[in-house]
């Protein structure tokens, strides 16, 4: 693992986590939103594989997305739809509470 992974390492990029959902249940794999903020600036990605690479292994400030956070929580409400909609396999369930309600939260205080 990177000391340069946001994921592992927020605080190399100056960065602090105030989001984290992912799929349950997964054997050897991994499917994960994750949100970060910089000052007033929030930025977030997803990443999913097999057990074999690190998560968010490629993900930077530079290639997540960025915005406010009401932004993220719009994309990880998109997040959790494309996830409950699966037609092959059904829903997977997905623990996305408390990153929804932190997101929430900074939206009510206008970040």
Not at 47 to 59: I, R, Y
Request: with cysteine; aromatic share 12%.
């Amino acid at each position: 693992m990177s000391d340069r992974n946001i994921y592992y390492r927020p605080e190399a990029f100056g960065a602090t986590t105030v989001a984290h959902a992912w799929v349950e249940d997964l054997s050897y794999e991994y499917d994960e939103f994750a949100v970060w903020r910089v000052g007033d600036r929030f930025y977030w990605a997803s990443d999913s594989g097999c057990s074999c690479p690190v998560p968010f292994e490629e993900v930077t400030l530079e290639t997540a997305a960025s915005g406010t956070a009401k932004d993220a929580l719009i994309d990880l409400e998109a997040w959790v739809a494309s996830r409950s909609t699966d037609r092959w396999s059904g829903p997977s369930p997905v623990n996305c509470e408390s990153a929804r309600n932190a997101l929430t939260d900074l939206v009510k205080q206008g970040l």
